[in-house]
C-alpha cells in the first residue's frame, strides 16, 4: 500500500542555501498538489502540477519558488537561496483526477533553515 | 471573506468519552467537505469525507454531520482513545482542486 512518499523528511539548511523536496504520488495518480504549514497553522496552498505541466502556482511566491512534474520521476519543490523564513513543513498530496477527489497527503519534508 | 474556521483550538475528553469537533464555513458555495487528522511530526490523514447533498456520514467511530443552513460542520468520534490525540483539521472545496483548510483543533485525551 504505497502512499504518497516524500523525501527527505527533514531538512537542514543555510540561509542562501538551496533546498530541494521530492514527492512521490500514490501509484497511478498523476495531480500532484504542494501546500506549506507553519507551526500550529493550517496548510496553505502553494501549486497544483499535473505530469509534465504546472496548472496552478497562484500559491508560490514569485521569487526563488519553483516546481515541477516531469513525465517520469517524483515531483520537484524548490526553492533557491533560502531564508529562516522558509521553516516550514512542506506537504506534498495527490489525487487521481482534480476537482473533488480527495487528496491524499505524504508525511511532509520539515525544512530547517539555520 | 471565505474562511474555514474551528471553535475550539484545544479540546480535552477523557478516554472513553465521545469528542465533538466543530468547524465553521462562510462560503455557501462549497460542496464537499474532509475532515482530516494530523498526529505530530505526519501528514494528514483522511478521516472522512461529506458532500453538500447530504447532512449526516457515518464512519467506523466517525461521524461527520453538516447543517447547511448555518454553515457549520462537525466530527464526532465515539469512545474517544489515546490514539485518536491529533490535530484534526476541516477541509472545504467549491468544486476545484482547491482546498480552504482551518487551522486545526488540538485533542487531547486525557487517561
Known amino acids: 500500500n504505497a502512499g504518497v512518499m516524500q523525501n527527505p523528511r527533514h531538512l537542514v539548511r543555510r540561509r542562501g542555501q538551496e533546498a530541494r523536496l521530492r514527492c512521490s504520488p500514490v501509484?497511478?495518480?498523476?495531480?500532484v498538489y504542494w501546500y506549506r504549514q507553519l507551526p500550529e497553522e493550517g496548510l496553505k496552498f502553494m501549486v497544483y502540477?499535473?505530469?509534465?505541466?504546472?496548472?496552478?502556482e497562484s500559491g508560490m511566491p514569485k521569487e526563488r519558488f519553483s516546481a515541477e512534474f516531469p513525465k517520469e520521476g517524483p515531483s520537484i519543490l524548490r526553492i533557491q537561496q533560502v531564508v529562516r523564513g522558509d521553516s516550514a513543513a512542506y506537504f506534498c498530496?495527490?489525487?487521481?483526477?482534480?476537482?473533488?477527489?480527495?487528496?491524499?497527503f505524504g508525511p511532509g519534508t520539515r525544512l530547517t533553515v539555520l | 471573506g471565505e474562511s474555514v474556521g474551528l471553535h475550539l483550538p484545544t479540546l480535552s475528553v477523557q478516554e472513553g468519552d465521545n469528542s465533538i469537533i466543530n468547524c465553521a464555513y462562510s462560503?455557501?458555495?462549497?460542496?464537499?467537505f474532509i475532515w482530516y487528522k494530523q498526529e505530530s511530526g505526519k501528514g494528514p490523514q483522511f478521516i472522512i469525507d461529506?458532500?453538500?447533498?447530504?447532512d449526516k456520514r457515518q464512519g467506523q467511530r466517525v461521524t461527520v454531520l453538516l447543517n447547511k443552513t448555518v454553515k457549520h460542520l462537525s466530527l464526532q468520534i465515539a469512545a474517544t482513545q489515546p490514539g485518536d490525540s491529533a490535530v484534526y483539521f476541516c477541509?472545504?472545496?467549491?468544486?476545484?482542486?482547491?482546498?480552504?483548510f482551518g487551522t486545526g483543533t488540538r485533542l487531547k485525551v486525557l487517561a
Open positions: 498530496a495527490s489525487s487521481p483526477k482534480e476537482s473533488t477527489d480527495t487528496q491524499y
Open positions: 501509484k497511478g495518480h498523476s495531480h
Open positions: 502540477l499535473q505530469k509534465e505541466n504546472i496548472i496552478d
Open positions: 462560503n455557501s458555495a462549497s460542496d464537499y
Open positions: 461529506i458532500r453538500s447533498n447530504m
Open positions: 477541509a472545504e472545496n467549491k468544486g476545484t482542486y482547491k482546498y480552504i
